[in-house]
């Protein structure tokens, strides 16, 4: 198993900021996603965060709204820049282990932007 | 795309089954099954997951049907910390691989 560590739990952001979430992990993984959960949505996936290499990113999603940092194999950072309120949602860090088999998730970030 | 398709709601009574039904009925050969929960404003849990026979744990049961194009996720006694949003997910089983997650189904516990 996996248990992941989100910071912050949640914050209230000026339009036009940026806001960096951490996720640590604690046990090594390859593989890291970041999700996004809009209000009353399922999740989708923003981008695949990978070690020692730029991230992997869905359709609709660019590196220059949500960059994502990788330095090692139990940290990731995802970064939500230039804010706007249509950035309100519920951001998740996801692992999966070694194996394959399960994902893990933190308890996410909820951000509201103003 | 999730290729998956689930009712949005449903509601079971306390202490009852609950049979929470998925159809995949493009689910190729090596895809698993998958069963994940959203408690209200937490991350998402994994229950149970399986390739085409029955799985059984201490949270749920699985139970796939032989052509595989459906399953169906039973919680034998239904308590009202079961009430959360059930995501029915097909998936290689590969670590590179992420999780689809479709709209699922609202179940709610009734007292």
């Known amino acids: 198993s996996a248990v992941i560590s989100q910071k912050p739990s949640r914050d209230i952001c000026q339009r036009g900021t940026s806001l960096t979430i951490q996720c640590q992990v604690d046990?090594?993984?390859?593989?890291m996603f970041w999700y996004r959960q809009q209000p009353g949505q399922s999740l989708t996936l923003i981008a695949t965060?990978?070690?020692?290499?730029?991230?992997?990113?869905e359709s609709g999603f660019v590196i220059d709204k949500f960059p994502i940092s990788r330095p090692n194999l139990t940290f990731s950072t995802l970064t939500v820049s230039n804010m706007s309120p249509e950035d309100s949602s519920i951001y998740l860090c996801?692992?999966?282990?070694?194996?394959?088999?399960?994902?893990?998730f933190g308890q996410g970030t909820r951000l509201t932007v103003v | 795309d999730a290729k998956t398709t689930q009712p949005p709601s449903m509601d079971c009574a306390e202490g009852r089954a609950a049979n929470l039904p998925c159809n995949h009925s493009?689910?190729?050969?090596?895809?698993?099954v998958y069963w994940y929960r959203q408690i209200h404003s937490q991350g998402p849990q994994y229950i149970i997951h399986?390739?085409?026979n029955n799985e059984t744990n201490e949270m749920a049961s699985l139970i796939i049907t032989e052509d595989r194009k459906s399953s169906t996720l039973i919680l034998p006694h239904a308590t009202l910390r079961d009430t959360a949003v059930y995501y029915c997910?097909?998936?290689?089983?590969?670590?590179?691989?992420?999780?689809?997650f479709g709209p699922g189904t609202r179940l709610s516990v009734l007292p």
């Open positions: 965060a990978n070690q020692g290499s730029e991230a992997t990113y």
């Open positions: 493009t689910i190729s050969g090596n895809e698993y």
């Open positions: 046990s090594q993984v390859t593989m």
């Open positions: 996801s692992v999966v282990t070694q194996t394959g088999t399960e994902a893990f």
């Open positions: 997910i097909v998936r290689v089983d590969n670590y590179g691989q992420n999780f689809v």
């Open positions: 399986g390739l085409k």
